[in-house]
């Protein structure tokens, strides 16, 4: 064979290549495979490159065919001068090498023809690159071409590690028990695989040298004839064989490509992001074209959800255990399989017997009654799996999840569907973002640093099923310090070392909001009207920062009901619920001064609590409230760090007399322009408060808080016993003033009746008679 070209006619080569059916137009600028043609073409203007022209030919192995063995490289341009070689190989070992310098033409390459047998080409083939293809319900026939055959075989793996570590096999069949070896396979045979679904159906593997590096799994790709998957097409593109279509698919990095479809007649191949187990029922029969599914696609696996169907095991399985302990060992094993486990069954066929299969119905629509009805049997189908990932931020936690089915639904914070959620649209990865600060979406702090809350994967966009899911998140932010070293060169030659080492440590202005009594307890609920203490501390105290507090809200978390205390200036809005900020000086020792230096003993009103050892906590007084459409209340306040220390605001307050006094708080610094820490900080805090009235209210919501000062405390029984609130005091007071008053009037009627009926004197009986009748039924009137 003789080929005739120049340094113009790189087409002319591509065009060569393809018609020798070696590659496709569109393979000539890419790496395809080592088994395949692969060519390389770089070119620079007007034919000839400043940098190097090439072209790389290796050779493409069609086992029993005649097979061009090429090597081919035209190499650099040197001063007009093109250096070419050319390399021929017979049987693995190189011939001869020809090297030539000519004036820009390149003209005659010779190429040896040779016959390659099957243990050459599995020694060209580097073991890592070995990758199987499975047809499931179908079964190779080549009774020459049978290398061994395997009884008892109870798993697909073994079947197929034993013909990779034979150079001889090619291809396998496989039901459960029984392992058959071949030297060829359905590419040099086609008309030898046919149907094979009664009584059983079988697995046809097929041995390949691929020119991508598969995955470490069993087998890298499931091909259904005659089938393809409807629409969800990502790339498109032409192949020469099916294998380069499946090579297209494993080495795709734009996207993950979890399937293909390949046409036998046109060579087109299409990529697509889905497949059959992500879209149920996407499958649909074409005569020319063969589903191609990837799986070496990386799956969920920490949270997955099995389906029971009853009365129905598997024909054919891929792996059979014994002596497995029990069910939830099965499904632990078939989560953990070398492959895409989908169903197992556990107990069907023997005692502790465990079957595992990468098939389920939704992969079973081809096949003919693939299922053996026993009616005390079950079989568990994978339904879907779910990956779930916390991002925590500055000022939110984002839950991330990935499933294996295509998701339309909703994801929400537990108790609030509509205000905390996201809508999901057939997506396979969806999130929910859940701000600290926000109380629809209610995150818990548990301790300093560490946030909770729960997540609902909801499978219908407005009723709650059994299929939903339930996610408790948790993020822990680490409030250690962290130091840092600097060091700066001085320039000084001479004796003087030229070094500055510096370390400082540098602290960070972790700020932590409480809710205390006036001594400084720490308090998980009170009683509407108990002086209660908002504490805002800084927990260093060395910290070089003070703090300021603004914008303090309090809200109910149930319909958004929420009451501003401090402004935006800092200055309470109503000092009988909430007085101004004070900073502690001592909080076992606090002097209240007012604003005229006076002393007063007014907890709601007062001003700046002045301390002798610790300068880094703030305080506001407040007696307990509550909203009426809940016990839980929540604080919320923007705290902002100053250097070196903050300023008061002047408040003018109202007192007890009406007039207005000048008071100071620490509710906001003054500006200033050098200021630059300006950044504030959210916190959020609540205690459960409790009315007076002893009502029952076991039909609230008693949401589960953490345990401590942050956490949403809901109280439990009340002791055994009689307790009266302050609706039954009165009631009973009222109850006594009527009986004492209808016992006046009884005492007056018996006495006129006594003097009336002087002559007929009566039993005092009778009167006391009348007198208990008369306040029963005066008692009974009123209960």
């Given amino acids: 064979m003789v080929f005739q070209h120049g340094p113009g006619d790189i087409t002319t080569i591509c065009q060569w290549c393809f018609n020798a059916r070696l590659v496709t137009l569109q393979q000539c600028d890419i790496c395809v495979s080592t088994r395949a043609c692969l060519v390389t073409l770089q070119q620079g203007a007007n034919g000839v490159s400043t940098r190097a022209w090439y072209v790389v030919v290796f050779q493409k192995y069609r086992p029993g065919d005649v097979t061009t063995h090429i090597t081919i490289i035209t190499g650099r341009t040197k001063l007009g001068l093109l250096h070419w070689m050319?390399?021929?190989?017979?049987?693995?070992?190189?011939?001869?090498?020809?090297?030539?310098?000519?004036?820009?033409?390149?003209?005659?390459?010779?190429?040896?023809?040779?016959?390659?047998?099957?243990?050459?080409?599995?020694?060209?083939?580097?073991?890592?690159?070995?990758?199987?293809?499975?047809?499931?319900?179908?079964?190779?026939?080549?009774?020459g071409d049978l290398l061994d055959s395997l009884p008892g075989t109870l798993m697909l793996t073994d079947c197929l590690e034993t013909c990779q570590g034979n150079e001889s096999c090619q291809s396998i069949n496989y039901e459960t028990g029984l392992c058959v070896l071949f030297s060829s396979n359905a590419d040099i045979h086609p008309g030898a695989l046919t149907k094979s679904q009664f009584p059983v159906f079988t697995i046809y593997a097929q041995k390949s040298c691929l020119g991508v590096k598969p995955c470490e799994r069993a087998w890298c790709f499931d091909r259904v004839l005659q089938h393809r998957l409807q629409g969800h097409v990502k790339k498109e593109a032409v192949a020469s064989s099916r294998q380069d279509c499946l090579e297209m698919c494993l080495g795709e990095r734009d996207f993950i490509c979890r399937s293909a479809n390949y046409n036998n007649a046109t060579g087109s191949c299409t990529l697509s992001d889905m497949d059959r187990l992500t879209i149920p029922g996407g499958l649909a029969q074409a005569a020319d074209e063969d589903y191609l599914e990837n799986h070496c696609v990386e799956q969920p696996t920490k949270l997955c959800e099995f389906k029971k169907l009853s009365g129905r095991i598997l024909k054919t399985v891929d792996s059979v255990y014994q002596d497995v302990g029990s069910i939830d060992e099965c499904r632990e094993l078939c989560l953990n399989s070398p492959y895409r486990c989908h169903s197992y069954d556990f107990g069907d066929t023997g005692e502790m017997v465990c079957r595992l299969s990468h098939h389920s119905r939704a992969t079973l629509s081809d096949i003919q009654e693939p299922y053996l009805d026993v009616p005390e049997a079950s079989t568990h189908e994978l339904s879907s799996c779910y990956n779930v990932t916390i991002e925590c931020g500055p000022g939110d936690m984002v839950a991330r999840i990935k499933t294996t089915k295509l998701f339309h639904g909703k994801i929400y914070a537990k108790g609030s569907p509509?205000?905390?959620?996201?809508?999901?649209?057939?997506?396979?990865?969806?999130?929910?973002?859940?701000?600290?600060?926000?109380?629809?979406?209610?995150?818990?702090?548990?301790?300093?640093?560490?946030?909770?809350?729960?997540?609902?994967?909801?499978?219908?966009?407005?009723?709650?099923?059994?299929?939903?899911?339930?996610?408790?998140?948790?993020?822990?932010?680490?409030?250690?310090?962290?130091?840092?070293?600097?060091?700066?060169?001085l320039g000084v030659r001479g004796d003087v070392?030229?070094?500055?080492?510096?370390?400082?440590?540098?602290?960070?202005?972790?700020?932590?909001?409480?809710?205390?009594?006036?001594?400084?307890?720490?308090?998980?609920?009170?009683?509407?009207?108990?002086?209660?203490?908002?504490?805002?501390?800084?927990?260093?105290?060395?910290?070089?920062?003070?703090?300021?507090?603004?914008?303090l809200v309090a809200l109910d978390g149930v319909d958004s009901s929420e009451i501003v205390l401090i402004d935006s200036d800092g200055c309470p809005t109503d000092q009988f619920i909430m007085g101004p900020i004070y900073k502690a000086l001592d909080v076992d020792k606090i002097v209240l001064i007012d604003s005229g230096g006076g002393l007063t003993n007014q907890f709601i009103t007062g001003p700046i609590y002045k301390d002798m050892d610790v300068d880094k906590i703030l305080i506001s007084n407040f007696d307990a409230f509550k909203f009426p459409s809940s016990e839980v209340v929540q604080f919320r306040a923007l705290v902002t760090p100053c250097l070196p220390s903050c300023e008061p605001v002047q408040c003018d307050l109202e007192d007890a007399t009406g007039e207005l006094r000048a008071v100071s708080s620490l509710g906001r610094r003054r500006r200033r322009s050098t200021d630059g820490l300006s950044e504030d900080m959210l916190l959020v805090q609540a205690i459960h408060i409790r009315d007076k009235f002893g009502f029952d209210r076991h039909h609230q919501n008693n949401s589960t808080t953490p345990r401590d000062n942050s956490a949403v405390f809901v109280g439990g029984e009340s002791p055994s016993g009689t307790c009266l609130n302050v609706g039954g005091v009165v009631a009973a007071g009222g109850a006594f003033l009527a009986a004492e008053l209808a016992l006046l009037l009884a005492w007056a009627m018996a006495w006129r009746r006594h003097r009336l009926l002087s002559k007929l004197r009566q039993d005092t009986t009778t009167s006391s008679g009348s007198l208990c009748k008369l306040y029963d039924s005066g008692y009974a009137h009123r209960y």
């Fill in 86 to 143: 050319v390399v021929t190989y017979q049987h693995g070992i190189m011939l001869q090498m020809i090297g030539r310098t000519q004036l820009v033409l390149l003209h005659i390459m010779v190429l040896t023809s040779t016959t390659l047998t099957q243990e050459e080409i599995t020694e060209e083939c580097d073991s890592e690159m070995i990758g199987f293809e499975l047809v499931t319900g179908y079964v190779f026939s080549a009774p």
């Fill in 418 to 489: 509509n205000s905390c959620a996201q809508d999901v649209r057939g997506s396979l990865e969806f999130a929910l973002r859940m701000p600290y600060g926000d109380v629809e979406c209610n995150v818990r702090q548990q301790g300093l640093g560490r946030y909770l809350n729960d997540v609902v994967i909801q499978h219908h966009d407005t009723i709650v099923t059994s299929s939903d899911l339930g996610l408790a998140v948790t993020c822990q932010y680490d409030l250690t310090n962290k130091s840092v070293s600097n060091e700066v060169d």
């Fill in 497 to 551: 070392r030229p070094a500055l080492s510096e370390e400082v440590v540098v602290d960070s202005p972790n700020v932590a909001m409480k809710i205390t009594d006036r001594k400084g307890a720490d308090l998980s609920s009170a009683e509407v009207g108990d002086p209660l203490a908002l504490r805002f501390q800084v927990l260093d105290k060395d910290s070089p920062y003070e703090i300021f507090v603004r914008e």
